[in-house]
């Protein structure tokens, strides 16, 4: 068994709300990424500005009515794409109904994402230690979707200084991350050189939201 095929799909929900579903969107992948490539070539992935005065390493880009944007002045969501001046393409059914069947699946019946953050990592990019607050409502959950090369994940607490575990994120796995864990600090140690099958040397992560 090599390092991406699947293992006895393993649902395991933990006290502070995170469920996880262990290779939950395995046989959606291929029309998952058939539908990326379709959101990518409408709003392009590119390196946000941070307010902090440096681009982040990893690129993103947004499907759904609103979009997480960063820039100078801070972050946020937004209807329009600030490169184009679109509007964001459409979420796409099949990115739709993976993240409501998962919310489902972890006890969250009427999650009804808005947008769909996409973040694209090459080999040596990292998302520093930080908390989801740009969204309306905390009580909903976020679903992330990992694609690709694997990425070690930090799960801290409440405090940004309370240690982090880490969890190892594999192509397909789905994590949904409600009650007190939607407010903990997390982010992606730098990505460690690796091929993957289909994806080759990156990681795409894609994250549901109720932001509005
Ligand atoms: C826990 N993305 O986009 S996914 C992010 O792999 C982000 O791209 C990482 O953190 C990535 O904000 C991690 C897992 C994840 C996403 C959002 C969360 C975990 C979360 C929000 C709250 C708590
Ligand atoms: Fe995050």
Redesign the pocket.
Known sequence: MDLFSNVEPTHQTYATGLVYLRGFALNNAPTLLADLNQVIAVAPLRSMMTPMGYPMS?ATTSCGSLGWVGDAKGYGYSHVDPQSLLPWPAMPESFLQLAENAAETAGFKDFCPDAC?I?Q?HIGTK?GL???KDERDFTQP?V?V?LGIP?R?QFGGNKRSDKPIQIL?NHGDV?V?GGA????Y???MTVQANTHPILGNKRI?L?FRKAG
Request: avoid cysteine; charge should be positive.
């Open positions: 990893v953050l973040n990592y998302m930080h908390r989801d976020i992330s990992s990425a994940f994120l994590v991350w864990s939607r407010m903990y997390h982010g992606i992560n994250t």
